[in-house]
Nanobody, 123 residues
Framework: VQLQAFGGGLVQAGGSLGLSCADSRRTFSNNGVGWFRQASGKEREFVAT????????SYAESVKGRFTISRDNAKNTVYLQMNSLKPEDTVVYYC?????????????????WGQGTLVTVSS
């Protein structure tokens, strides 16, 4: 599995950044996909999830209204558009493929984890 998140970087507070998640070795077009984030020394926390068809999504309260998850199964890619970024959004973001097709917030439902990407929001 070569699941990897892309697109992290430095952005000012209030700005926007788009992340991508792709797997070079397997398709996850039949799987739910989630975005999670983890600060140093803290547990990984749920951010957003999308089902296999892309018509069902769920968000953490802390990002609802600011972040949007979407997917393009033809490109085997899932996206996370992040707007109105805040300094507290500064963490490493990970994507993961779920065991099943539906969207889920439960970290135990995810099986493949790739390398994360660092997002830094300056105040």
């Amino acid at each position: 599995v070569q699941l990897q998140a892309f697109g992290g970087g430095l952005v000012q507070a209030g700005g926007s950044l788009g992340l991508s998640c792709a797997d070079s070795r397997r398709t996850f077009s039949n799987n739910g996909v989630g975005w999670f984030r983890q600060a140093s020394g803290k547990e990984r926390e749920f951010v957003a999830t999308i089902n296999w068809r892309g018509d069902s999504t769920s968000y953490a309260e802390s990002v609802k209204g600011r972040f949007t998850i979407s997917r393009d199964n033809a490109k085997n890619t899932v996206y996370l558009q992040m707007n109105s970024l805040k300094p507290e959004d500064t963490v490493v973001y990970y994507c993961s493929s779920a065991r099943r097709a539906f969207a889920t917030q439960r970290i135990a439902d995810y099986m493949y984890w790739g390398q994360g990407t660092l997002v830094t929001v300056s105040s």
